[in-house]
């Protein structure tokens, strides 16, 4: 089954192509974490989907406010007891994403040169995880510095799975407006820039 998206509408096909029974048993169970929970049960949709779910005939289960925690696999079981074939059932994987919300960037004002600085972006909402990009001044930021002239004699390293951006020695030229942008299949956000200024790493001595 492909991907649904969050709050939105998801059919989770049972076909019945060729059947002698009358009034087959249809029944819709939800497997998590290896647990089942009946969802379609003696004609009704009970459970957690019990006001937003309801049966397509012939057993076709229509979700019409899908959620995070729909995330699941879903096993349709039809009995019918007057055919050759008295038994049957089919597994459906339903994977419902979240987009992005605003991360939460952290970004230090001041940094002295030569000295290390650490970048972090987190974001919780996402479904699946994110993955994170860093920008400077509007530019994105490769990661690996050697690949762009730009960044070529910057020292850092950049964990698009974590969202941390590591300068191990920063630069004069590493000053600059930085945001970071979270991104998944369902979507994108970002945060505002934030200024991080590289100062000298000393106070030189007054002339006399």
């Known amino acids: 089954s492909p991907p649904s998206f969050n709050f ?97 960037c952290i970004v230090p004002k001041s940094v002295p040169v030569g000295k290390s600085a650490e970048l972090h972006c987190v974001e919780h909402e996402g479904f699946p995880k994110p993955e994170y990009q860093w920008f400077r001044n509007k530019e994105e930021i490769p990661t690996d510095p050697k690949s762009s002239p730009k960044f070529l004699n910057s020292s850092y390293t950049l964990n698009t799975k974590s969202g941390t951006l590591k300068f191990s020695t920063v630069r004069k030229e590493d000053s600059g407006q930085y945001h970071c942008r979270a991104k998944n299949p369902a979507g994108e956000a970002q945060c505002g820039p934030q200024m991080m200024e590289v100062c000298k790493s000393f106070t030189e001595p007054p002339s006399v």
């Open 8 to 104: 939105s509408e998801v059919e989770l096909s049972c076909l019945i192509r060729s059947i002698t029974t009358l009034k087959p048993r249809i029944e819709w169970k939800k497997i998590q974490n290896g647990e089942p929970s009946y969802v379609y049960f003696e004609s009704k949709i009970i459970g957690a989907l019990q006001n937003r779910a309801m049966l397509l005939e012939p057993a076709s289960l229509l979700i019409t406010n899908a959620t995070r925690e729909d995330t699941a696999q879903y096993r349709c079981e039809v009995s019918a007891p007057n055919d050759m074939k008295t038994f049957d059932e089919i597994l459906i994987s339903l994977e419902v994403q979240v987009k992005p919300v605003v991360p939460k």
